[in-house]
């Protein structure tokens, strides 16, 4: 969507008369503050000044992806839903299957040219359920690596690594020139993501017909090269913000988290030449890579027409193609909004190269998974476990976990 023009507002206000003549207030929670305030700030006075009508209410921020869901089904039952959330892209369906989340369908139908406005299916998609888009993605994420350059040329280190051998391969050259922290895989990262990442390189759906792939022999691939890694690179057990905080300190060489952060570490790192890296694969290119990120989901209980109009009005204008835009300007997302990329964007990612790794990507990019079932954030905390004991080495035999794993999983998934 291009910028407003002034006859487009004069027509909207004319198709809505009850927003033009009446104000309203809708509730709104997104996830990540130290990403996406800098974003909604960006976003508020253009949609103000298209809406003078419509004030959104934020409300405390979720911490991550799976707060987000389990808040909202607490709001569900306790009836404090907001009308507008930003819901992880593997997170939606539970909240579809519940009732919580509510078709966009009967919107969609009174828009024109909706497809038009940028709202291309491959990306649209990513919230479809039986047929009914459920909501309209906001921001899109990959994996990628982040390279200390200048650290990495003091250690003799000419080219980025492009499999995790050559990975351990650049650890053990920053070990031997002094660096006692080399790199931090980003194992904790909400939902599993780099899990799915390892199981994606290699073909493989995390999850298949209501079944999880724990017990195949690419997760004990995956379960293997995440110890390598992990023993080969001397990793310590960081959390993801102690990791950024250390790479933009100069601390740190070598990161691998998503490209959500990119926007962040321009602003915040110290004097060194900084660069991203396509994620590497196990014996070359990726066969694929799950696409991270979060969309905006309609979750109103409000019986006002009114209301519900004016969270659509909002939920369009943060999707659309100046919304998405301000993803790409403020963090490392991409903007899932096709008029974005190719008309606001057309030169922005030849001026930041460090935000065009994702995108250059995005042919790898596949579903970020949920597991199946009432029990889908149990089974998370199951394989997150599992991952933790890695890290901190309590884990060593990596057939045993594997089984271990398998068995708690089979344990909590849904009978017949």
């Known amino acids: 969507m291009t910028k407003l023009t002034l006859g487009a507002l004069l027509l909207a206000s004319s198709a809505l008369p009850a927003l033009a ?9 997104y996830p990540y503050a130290s990403l996406f305030d800098v974003t909604y700030e960006a976003i508020m006075p253009a949609f103000k000044a298209a809406h003078p009508n419509i004030t959104i209410n934020i409300r405390a921020s979720y911490e991550e992806y799976e707060d987000a869901s389990n808040t909202v089904l607490r709001e569900a039952v306790s009836g404090n839903l907001p009308d507008v959330t930003m819901q992880g ?13 509510q078709s966009l369908e009967p919107f969609i139908a009174e828009e024109a040219d909706f497809q038009k406005d940028g709202y291309h299916q491959a990306m649209l998609s990513l919230s479809t359920f039986n047929g009914d888009v459920y909501g309209l993605p906001f921001s899109v994420s990959l994996p990628v690596g982040y390279y200390n350059l200048d650290t990495l040329a003091a250690a003799g280190v000419e080219d980025l690594p492009t499999t995790w051998d050559e990975v351990i391969g650049t650890c053990k050259a920053l070990i031997d020139s002094g660096v006692s922290n080399p790199i931090y895989w980003d194992w904790a990262i909400t939902g599993n993501w780099f899990f799915q990442a390892l199981m994606w390189t290699q073909g493989v759906a995390p999850v298949e017909d ?6 195949t022999p690419e997760a004990l691939r995956t379960l293997e090269t995440v110890k390598a890694i992990v023993d080969g690179c001397n990793m310590r057990n960081l959390t993801g913000d102690e990791a950024v905080s250390a790479f933009a300190a100069g601390e740190l060489p070598l990161m691998y988290t998503s490209t959500s952060n990119v926007g962040r570490m321009m602003t915040i790192k110290a004097d060194f030449d900084f660069d991203t890296g396509a994620f590497p694969g196990l014996d070359g290119t990726p066969d694929g890579l799950p696409a991270g990120g979060n969309a905006a989901v309609m979750t109103s209980t409000s019986e006002d027409p009114a209301v519900r109009e004016a969270a659509w009005q909002w939920i369009k204008f943060i999707t659309s193609g100046e919304g998405a835009a301000e993803v790409a300007r403020t963090t490392g997302y991409m903007p899932p909004n096709q008029a974005a990329n190719d008309i606001i964007l057309a030169d922005f990612y030849e001026q930041n190269p460090q935000k065009a790794t994702a995108v250059e990507q995005l042919p790898l990019l596949r579903d970020w998974q949920a597991y199946p079932g009432d029990n889908g954030l149990a089974i998370t905390q199951v394989i997150y476990d599992g991952l933790e004991r890695i890290v901190t080495g ?20 849904p009978r017949g």
């Open 21 to 29: 003549q009446d104000e309203v207030t809708i509730d709104f929670v």
């Open 394 to 413: 309590d884990a060593q035999d990596m057939e045993e976990l594997q089984q271990e794993l398998t068995e708690e999983i089979e344990d909590l998934l």
């Open 210 to 215: 209501g079944h999880i792939n724990m017990d």
């Open 89 to 101: 892209l593997n997170r939606q369906q539970i909240l579809v299957d519940r009732g919580i989340a």
